[in-house]
């Protein structure tokens, strides 16, 4: 069975724009390598809220949180993205797991940065939200195009 497909085109395409894309030296995050099981939802960073404090890259335990590299927009405040193809959708990074008897949710992020997101819808997410008009322009090969490609497996 063959589900609807969440293209997000890239600023350029929308643009239609000709303009030549600069390429980008960056490491892609994705890992090489499928998973057998893909989470119904992953980690979206909204990068408008996020300081780059960090707490969520510590408690990540497949360690997919990474600071954003200060050196495009090294004026912008720091802030934390999340490689949706390693994330297994555990929610540690949005809340410590507590007894069902405790009252009190323990959440992670003292800015309400991080949502947890249906997978099939991830690559809107990240296009609207993880970072800067411009930072998604230089990087979008490297962000939204693996959370389009992991939407599209996990939408079939
Ligand atoms: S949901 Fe789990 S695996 Fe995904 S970024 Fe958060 S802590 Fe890491
Ligand atoms: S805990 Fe929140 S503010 Fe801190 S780096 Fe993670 S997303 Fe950003």
């Known amino acids: 069975m063959s589900g609807p497909r969440h293209d997000v085109q890239s600023p350029a395409r929308q643009a239609g724009s ?28 909204n990068a408008d809220n996020c300081t780059g404090c960090e707490a969520c890259l510590e408690v990540c335990p497949v360690d997919c949180i990474y600071k954003v ?17 390693r994330c297994v959708g555990c929610e540690v990074c949005v809340h410590i797991p507590t007894k069902k008897s405790d ?18 819808e991830v690559a ?20 939204v195009v693996p959370a389009q490609r992991m939407a599209e497996l996990a939408a079939s």
């Open 18 to 45: 000709t303009k030549e894309r600069r390429t980008q030296v960056k490491p892609t995050m994705a890992k090489s390598g499928s998973r057998k099981k893909l989470p119904k939802e992953v980690a979206v960073i």
């Open 69 to 85: 590299p200060g050196d495009t927009i090294s004026v912008l405040q720091s802030w934390c993205e999340i490689d949706v193809e």
């Open 103 to 120: 009252p009190y949710e323990l959440t992670v992020c003292p800015w309400d940065a991080i949502e947890m997101v249906p997978t099939v």
């Open 124 to 143: 809107q997410y990240v296009a609207a939200k993880g970072g800067p008009p411009d930072y998604l322009y230089e990087n979008w090969d490297r962000l």
